[in-house]
């Protein structure tokens, strides 16, 4: 059971992104898919896909839109089947990204980017296993298919996760 989302409890987990404006673009996208379809599988409330299907629609159109959920749900599916520690997400509505967002988005841009050691590294991060391989599949399938719809990730998108602060959840391990 997730423990109800306070501010102070992701507060040293904000995204070194968050200087960005993230409201529109290619990681925004990212960031909105993973936190709603990731929200979604562990809730089970069609509202969460539906607002991520409202934002990529109007970014891409139906048609692409369709295809990019599609891809971005094996993507999100793999992570959440896994992960071996909690994946924390800010809610719905939130214009900025917590540090395993920033995580997610990274390794979109490393695929498009072709940045292999950093996408290892935050595939890692995000599962805390070793069990990455079926994630970075999924993660490819997905950077693929935005960049056939014109959405390429800024290579400045491309965190070194070492970096990042820890949220609580990992702060305890």
Not at 146 to 151: A, E, G, I, T
Request: proline share 7%; net charge neutral.
């Amino acid at each position: 059971m997730n423990k109800p989302w306070r501010p102070e409890s992701l507060a040293d987990a904000r995204c070194p992104m968050r200087q960005t404006p993230l409201d529109r673009g290619p990681e925004h996208l990212v960031g909105i898919g993973f936190r709603c379809w990731l929200a979604g599988y562990e809730t089970g409330e069609i509202a969460c896909w539906e607002q991520a299907w409202t934002a990529y629609a109007e970014a891409l159109g139906p048609v692409d839109a369709k295809r990019a959920l599609g891809d971005l749900s094996g993507w999100v599916r793999a992570v959440k089947g896994h992960a071996q520690r909690r994946i924390e997400t800010f809610p719905p509505g939130c214009k900025g990204f917590c540090r395993d967002e920033c995580v997610a988005i990274s390794m979109i841009a490393s695929c498009q980017h072709n940045a292999c050691p950093a996408l290892r590294a935050c595939a890692f991060t995000l599962l805390g296993c070793p069990m990455i391989d079926e994630v970075i599949e999924g993660a490819e399938s997905f950077a693929a298919t935005l960049r056939s719809v014109s959405q390429v990730l800024s290579p400045a998108s491309i965190c070194a996760v070492a970096h990042l602060p820890l949220g609580q959840s990992q702060m305890q391990h």
